[in-house]
């Protein structure tokens, strides 16, 4: 055996990635802010998997979901006037 099969190169980088709370927010031309999808779900008591059912709310950079304030929580108080809960009548 050569000594290149032997010292295989990890296959993940050796710098952590960064989560949603590490990334900033970006202030918007139009007054408005992205924030990261996830760390917004959270803030409103949310699944991420929740939250990127909103339609047409996320955008990405850098391979992170974000969302405008506040038409996100404005969506988000719309679908829920549009949720059926409890069971079946």
């Not at 055996?1 to 202030?27: V, Y």
């Not at 929580?73 to 079946?88: A, D, N, P």
């Amino acid at each position: 055996m050569s000594q290149a099969t032997l010292d295989a190169s990890p296959l993940k980088s050796a710098k952590p990635t960064r989560g949603a709370d590490d990334r900033p927010d970006i202030p918007l031309p139009n007054g408005k802010v992205a924030v990261p999808r996830k760390r917004w779900a959270r803030g409103k008591r949310i699944s991420d998997k929740t939250a990127s059912k909103l339609k047409g709310l996320t955008f990405y950079i850098a391979n992170v979901a974000y969302v405008t304030e506040p038409d996100a929580t404005l969506k988000l108080i719309e679908h829920g006037k549009h949720v059926r809960r409890g069971g079946r009548r």
